[in-house]
């Protein structure tokens, strides 16, 4: 197999993922910007290389320290002293070895030799060919750090960093964190919300059919509709050229949900992003009433004033705008949401590289970010409104300590209860009691879905 050139169109998958990893692992690039970018170059793979493309760069990726370990157990240099395309070839082929069923051993490694061969040279795809034989051979006596319920197992056989086990594990037990890290490394669900302005789930599971995306009712919200398999990407249908549906989490509705907007109120949404909870918000009210939505990105606002063209909705304002220079004392809302930045702990498998980009510092910095947009925030609200802070992460230092140090500050708000307004969502009982009292967090994968963090906030002035 030759190297292709710059440029030049791709037929193999396996070629085309080891780019990708090449430069996310040794390059420090964006692993959802490059694979995009690379999927776009590579006119000549099918739908189904597509998948395997971006199967291979997100397990390799997300996988990478266990990976590793394994390697560095059958090599008489670690992994890191490698030549940089002979480790991440290696990566490759031992993800397929280790987690893909469905591709042959003799597949993986054959692949693995020949691209040693055209990307290193023929002196190292011997070597190649026998660590990853061997490994084929010995795979049922890898062994991982002993306890398996201690710090470094968790790192090694899920493949996190050590301080975000650690940091787990002071707020979890070690079954929750067990769970959350499995959770953490599966393939993320698609999940459709259904734009109830312009169809239903059962038109729309009809239609989706019919452009070869099959579907089922989520059982989580009446809205929600999840995708088992498709022959097209989404964006090629007919459903999403009419603004049938967003691609959104069951737990990212719930935020809206839980903020409840009523048609003919004025609403902000003061960290909308590219306009996931915003859209929804548009929908509940019937698209009546005002929506301010602002984001400090400009191509974030481009984003969500495209999706809501597609979507068919006439109430968002979108403003590019740092929310601690809006003037807030014009500024009140019947509803607002602070959909906060945050450390994503909760969505580790929606981005396979974000695990490996964080830190202990980041945390830190952002919690006190955090504390200053929501006192912002809580300048917007009008009397009697409702404010809802939420997060994608499971930090308490992010979440429940942000809001606790709030209430302590402003004795004008005070914890409203959700539970009534997402009945529908299967809660388990210990979580309904959290709603009912203001604030929940839901662990990632508990319900099959995300992790978040809601609290419900209703401003009351004593008048």
Same mark, same amino acid.
């Given at each position: @197999? ?6 030049? /169109?791709i037929a ?11 430069? +996310? ?29 971006t199967?291979?760069?997100?397990g ?7 990976l ?6 059958? @090599? ?11 480790r ?23 692949s ?17 060919n ?24 968790? *790192? ?26 499995a ?57 999403? /050229?009419?603004?049938? $549906?967003? +691609? ?60 809501c ?12 705008e ?25 969505v ?8 490996? /980009? ?36 499971? @930090? ?28 529908? $969502? ?9 709603? *009912? ?18 609290? /419900?906030l ?6």
């Amino acid at each position: @197999m030759k190297p292709k050139q710059r440029g030049a /169109r791709i037929a193999d998958p396996r070629l085309a993922a080891l780019q990708v990893i090449y430069q +996310v692992a040794e390059k420090g690039a964006y692993a959802n910007l490059i694979l995009e970018r690379k999927l776009e170059q590579a006119a000549d793979l099918s739908s189904q290389d597509r998948h395997l493309v971006t199967e291979l760069v997100n397990g390799t990726i997300r996988m990478l320290k266990h990976l590793d370990w394994v390697l560095d157990l059958f @090599m008489k240099r670690p992994v890191s002293a490698q030549n940089p395309w002979l480790r991440n070839i290696l990566r490759l082929s031992l993800y397929q070895l280790l987690f893909l069923d469905s591709i042959p051993d003799y597949a993986a490694i054959n692949s693995g030799v020949e691209l040693t061969r055209s990307k290193v040279g023929p002196g190292l795809a011997g070597l190649a060919n026998g660590i990853l034989r061997n490994i084929a051979r010995h795979r049922d006596e890898i062994r991982y750090p002993e306890p398996a319920s201690s710090v470094a197992f968790y *790192s090694v056989f899920y493949s996190q960093p050590e301080w975000l086990v650690e940091r787990l594990l002071t707020e979890y037990d070690h079954q929750q964190v067990e769970d959350m890290l499995a959770y953490f490394n599966q393939r993320p669900q698609v999940v459709l919300r259904t734009n109830t302005l312009k169809t239903d789930r059962e038109q729309l599971t009809a239609i989706l059919a019919r452009d070869g995306i099959n579907s089922q009712f989520s059982p989580r919200s009446p809205r929600a509709i999840l995708v088992d398999s498709m022959e097209r990407s989404l964006s090629q249908s007919e459903a999403y /050229r009419a603004g049938l $549906f967003y +691609v959104q989490n069951e737990a990212s509705m719930l935020a809206v949900n839980i903020l409840d907007p009523q048609p003919g109120t004025t609403v902000f949404d003061l960290c909308c992003g590219v306009g996931g909870k915003t859209t929804f918000i548009a929908e509940l009210m019937g698209n009546e009433g005002r929506i301010d939505a602002y984001d400090i990105h400009n191509h974030k606002i481009y984003l969500l004033k495209s999706n809501c063209a597609r979507l068919g909705l006439a109430i968002i304002h979108a403003h590019q705008e740092d929310i601690m220079n809006l003037p807030t004392g014009s500024l009140q809302a019947d509803r607002v949401l602070l959909d906060a930045p945050c450390s994503g702990l909760g969505v580790l498998n929606r981005r396979s590289d974000s695990r490996w /980009r964080k830190t202990p510092q980041d945390l830190a910095n952002l919690q006190r970010l955090q504390a200053q947009m929501l006192e912002r925030a809580s300048l917007m609200v009008a009397n009697g409104g409702i404010l809802v802070y939420s997060t994608c992460t499971i @930090m308490k230092a992010e979440n429940e300590d942000v809001v606790q140090t709030f209430l302590d500050r402003h004795p004008e708000f005070s914890l409203d209860g959700f539970q009534a307004k997402i009945s529908f $969502f299967p809660l388990d009982n210990q979580d309904k009691i959290e709603a *009912s009292k203001g604030m929940l967090t839901i662990l990632p994968g508990r319900y099959g879905t995300d992790g978040m963090f809601y609290a /419900r906030l209703r401003r009351t002035d004593g008048v």
